[in-house]
T-cell receptor, first 118, second 113 residues
Framework: AQSVTQPDIHITVSEGASLELRCNYS??????LFWYVQSPGQGLQLLLK??????LVQGIKGFEAEFKRSQSSFNLRKPSVHWSDAAEYFC????????????????FGQGTILTVHP | DTEVTQTPKHLVMGMTNKKSLKCEQH?????MYWYKQKAKKPPELMFV???????INESVPSRFSPECPNSSLLNLHLHALQPEDSALYLC????????????FGPGTRLTVT
């Protein structure tokens, strides 16, 4: 079964600093990979996704992520963080070969809370 | 338009009440989902509908009853809930159900008293 690990529960950065949020996954082949962001009490917003092709993907709000098969990682990066980026970030994997009980399932990591200091 | 709408935004109900949560999408998606999210936790999948048929029930208690009246609408009927059912309930939709990206609504904050 697939699994996702986000090693950092909470990260604090200063506004204007660069950011990298880590995500490691376990899956037998190349999964679908996603990053979502959630502000307090809100739904999840899709930042970016990787299905195949170029391993560096660009998303909304200036975020990018790099898929590294050899490291089973899909880390999220932003060169300069803004105060409005403070939120919780979830990495998720989907199974492109899903069938049966895996159909439609996304597996989420535990999330990383980002705090931005002015 | 990548919007999923949910009503109501907030709901307070007693343990003997019956209420319903509603979700709507107009993206032509054929898969719709209900998730439950407790504070500081990731969303937990409850139900998946694919082409208006229930395809996954993650062993959810029968006091939660999903319904998909048509391809754009998804309801979650609530009856005899417990205080531990208080949570943020999220609806999502996707083009199909094979692990592609899901678009989430803003959620309904449910409090059971």
């Amino acid at each position: 079964a697939q699994s996702v690990t986000q090693p950092d529960i909470h990260i604090t950065v200063s506004e204007g600093a660069s950011l990298e949020l880590r995500c490691n996954y376990s899956y037998g082949a190349t999964p679908y990979l996603f990053w979502y962001v959630q502000s307090p009490g809100q739904g999840l917003q899709l930042l970016l996704k990787y299905f195949s092709g170029d391993t560096l993907v660009q998303g909304i709000k200036g975020f990018e992520a790099e898929f590294k098969r050899s490291q089973s990682s899909f880390n999220l990066r932003k060169p300069s963080v803004h105060w409005s980026d403070a939120a919780e970030y979830f990495c998720a994997v989907g199974d492109p070969y899903a069938g049966g009980t895996s159909y439609g399932k996304l597996t989420f990591g535990q999330g990383t809370i980002l705090t931005v200091h002015p | 338009d990548t919007e999923v709408t949910q009503t109501p935004k907030h709901l307070v109900m007693g343990m003997t009440n019956k209420k319903s949560l509603k979700c709507e999408q107009h993206m032509g998606h054929r898969a719709m989902y209900w998730y439950k999210q407790k504070a500081k936790k990731p969303p937990e999948l409850m139900f998946v509908y694919s082409y208006e048929k229930l395809s996954i029930n993650e062993s959810v208690p029968s006091r939660f009853s999903p319904e998909c009246p048509n391809s754009s609408l998804l309801n979650l009927h609530l009856h005899a809930l417990q205080p531990e059912d208080s949570a943020l309930y999220l609806c999502a939709s996707s083009q199909e159900g094979t692990g592609d990206e899901q678009y989430f609504g803003p959620g309904t904050r449910l409090t059971v008293t």
